[in-house]
């Protein structure tokens, strides 16, 4: 019954993909600007096309399982144990960052600091008022108004909602008992806007708000951002270089199935809450020339897509990050006993 | 279920007779294959909601608890703003829509009234997600600056209307997306009920106006007696495309999956829910948990076309 709905869905991904050796992915709305946008030039180059449909992190997971689509994309990575399970592969693409935004009037961006406990305690509708002693003790002579807190997220399961609400599990024990972590959780207060845009919509238009969007729309809207602390005691700014440092103090090596959370990283630049967005394909491909030409795409991705990444505030991934990857994608995706592609 | 024994006509003339049963089956053909479209949908969802019916029972109908973490379901909250904003969403639209076709039909100059009634036709073909998007741009800020501010400055603290209204002053609310809604129905409702007013013998009326009545008394007791049954037919379309309505209601409603409390608080509706959900949900609980409401949301909308019905047999005098 389940497949039928998602079949359904995946047949009309693919009624749209043009004929040849084209290649198909669905999933994450987040990395979908790059990944078109890298398609582009590809296609120019190689004349191989790319067909992206963005229809959420967990849509993609249920495509690339139903095997409608070459590729599918997600935000929140899969276990290394749902991985061996469905005999996938994940491997990450961008960085990106989620930051908080507000609506306070007299406020300029950065100005307001918060730790992840207490962001928490903010979505918890612990602490309803923005001159509460809590948020003050942290902002010495920041002219915070008296103001209630709008708590607002998002209303639709998103990758994104799922790396923040893992960052306010790790901070706090109380986040992690009442609602915990996934792409749509019980929000204890707030309201929810659809999608980033509908998120950083209901910010602006709601004084006292507090939300939390994908850096580019943050970047793109001017929001007014909180600095949040990272784990070595520091308030970085939420840019491209904090993201970067997130990515490159990460434990890619000794993580199995590239499970891998940029959140809470130990270096001092490091924003804390850095994610990276997933590609899943097979481990056993069937079709060996399209398994190879999936890579091959990637493997131009990593190459020659980092100035197109960060004209759209994207942060490429950390140059020995890919090297390490593209070493891996000839030990774990295979057609027949053999590599379906090698990077040089 | 239509099921007509297949035979010619009485009284047609002989040769006539193939064509004529060539057309019923096709008749019936048509009937049977929406039925079983119906069917087919019913039962699909029944099935694929079962999980969730096995899981919380009764409860899912009853409680508020939404929790993907969890795995907890309960449908309460986006039932009861489905039901909330569509009722609501009609007692805006329905004096509305009366008032523009009476007005186009009785006291517009012709000259105009063919412009107008094309206009509010217009609205018709608006897409809902222009809708939703005009509603959380516009509609959204203005009301939250001119209506819900002002309320809830000259409101008693723990007054009945400070509970009536209470709720986060940004526009996305249960009220607001009623507006939206009723925006949404009204033009269907003013188009048809011109067409029906349109029927309406122009001796009857005239007869009505001869006798002495007033336009409003020809109204009240000529013109609608005339059309009442399909007036209620009319108004129950418009109540079907508010309980289903999903784009523009996603976008206002402020997708809070709690009980409304009050007519400002944010809600969510059942269509909301499961355009929110529907593609991220992983899980196979959580899949069935939106099945399940999509099965409820047909439940509710055959529950409330069969009290039409039953109205309209009342309506007979």
């Avoid at chain 2, 109908?61 to 904003?85: D, F, H, K, Q, R």
Wanted: a positive charge; charged letters at 15%; one cysteine or more.
């Amino acid at each position: 019954m389940k497949k039928l709905f998602f079949v359904g869905v995946g047949g009309l991904a693919l009624a749209t993909t043009a004929v040849g050796a084209d290649i198909s992915g669905a999933g994450a709305t987040f990395p979908a600007p790059v990944y078109v946008k890298w398609a582009e030039a590809y296609k120019a180059q190689s004349g191989t096309g790319l067909n992206y449909q963005a229809i959420g992190s967990g849509g993609g997971i249920k495509q690339i399982k139903a095997k409608t689509v070459d590729f599918g994309a997600s935000d929140k990575p899969l276990k290394p144990e749902e991985l061996s399970a469905s005999g996938l592969y994940q491997f990450p693409t961008v960085v990106g960052g989620i930051v908080p935004v507000m609506n306070l009037p007299g406020i300029k961006p950065g100005q307001v600091h918060l730790t992840g406990e207490l962001l928490a305690d903010i979505f918890l509708g612990k602490v309803t008022r923005w001159n509460a002693p809590e948020i003050a003790a942290l902002n010495k002579g920041v002219p915070l108004p008296n103001l209630p807190i709008t708590v607002v997220h998002r209303s639709d399961g998103s990758g994104t909602s799922f790396v923040f609400t893992t960052f306010l599990s790790m901070k706090n024990a109380d986040w992690a008992n009442k609602v915990g972590a996934s792409d749509s959780v019980q929000w204890p207060t707030g309201l929810g806007g659809k999608g980033n845009d509908g998120v950083a919509a209901f910010v602006k238009q709601t004084a006292g708000s507090i939300g939390y969007v994908e850096y580019a729309y943050a970047k793109q809207n001017n929001a007014t951002y909180a600095l949040v602390q990272n784990k070595a005691g520091k308030w970085p700014l939420p840019t491209a270089p904090s993201f970067g440092a997130a990515a490159a103090s990460a434990n890619w090596l000794r993580s199995p199935g590239n499970y891998v959370m940029l959140l809470d990283q130990p270096a001092a630049a490091a924003w804390p809450i850095s994610s990276t967005t997933f590609i899943l394909v097979y481990r056993e491909q069937g079709d060996a020339a399209k398994g190879a030409e999936v890579l091959k795409f990637f493997d131009w991705a990593y190459k020659k897509g980092d100035a197109l990444a960060a004209s759209l505030d994207y942060v490429p991934l950390p140059a020995n990050v890919k090297t390490l990857l593209e070493k891996q994608w000839a030990k774990s995706v295979m057609a027949d006993g053999k590599p379906v592609f090698v990077a040089k | 279920m239509a099921s007509t024994a297949l035979e010619a006509p009485r009284g047609a003339p002989p040769g006539h007779a193939t064509g004529e049963i060539i057309f019923r089956s096709a008749c019936l053909a048509a009937a049977t294959l929406l039925m079983a479209a119906l069917a087919g949908v019913i039962v699909s969802l029944f099935i694929g909601g079962l999980p969730a019916f096995r899981q919380f029972g009764f409860g899912f109908l009853t409680s508020t608890t939404w929790n993907p973490v969890t795995e907890v379901y309960g449908a309460a909250g986006p039932i009861a703003g489905t039901l909330v904003t569509a009722f609501l969403s009609l007692a805006i639209a329905l004096p509305l829509a009366l008032g523009v076709s009476v007005f186009l039909v009785e006291f517009c100059p012709a000259r105009i009234s063919r412009p107008i009634a094309i206009a509010v036709e217009l609205l018709a073909g608006i897409p809902s997600i222009v809708y939703g998007m005009w509603g959380l741009f516009v509609l959204a800020p203005w009301f939250a600056a001119h209506v819900q501010l002002p309320i809830a400055m000259h409101a008693t603290p723990g007054g009945w209307v400070d509970k009536l209204f209470a709720g986060t002053p940004n526009g996305a609310n249960i009220f607001t997306a009623s507006l939206i809604l009723a925006i949404m129905i009204l033009p269907y409702m003013a188009a048809v009920f011109r067409e029906l007013f349109m029927t309406v013998p122009p001796q009857v009326r005239e007869a009505a106006y001869g006798l002495g009545c007033t336009p409003f008394e020809v109204i009240r007791a000529v013109v609608i007696p005339y059309v009442r049954r399909g007036m209620i037919g009319v108004v129950m379309l418009g109540l079907g495309r508010a309980l289903g309505e999903t784009m523009a209601v996603t976008f206002i409603i402020g997708n809070a999956h709690g009980f409304p409390h009050s007519l400002f608080d944010s809600g969510s509706t059942i269509a909301s829910t499961v355009a929110n959900e529907f593609a991220e949900a992983t899980s196979d609980m959580h899949t069935s948990a939106l099945i399940a409401l999509g099965f409820v949301l047909f439940v509710i909308t055959f529950v409330v076309l069969a009290i039409a019905r039953l109205l309209l047999r009342e309506e007979k005098h």
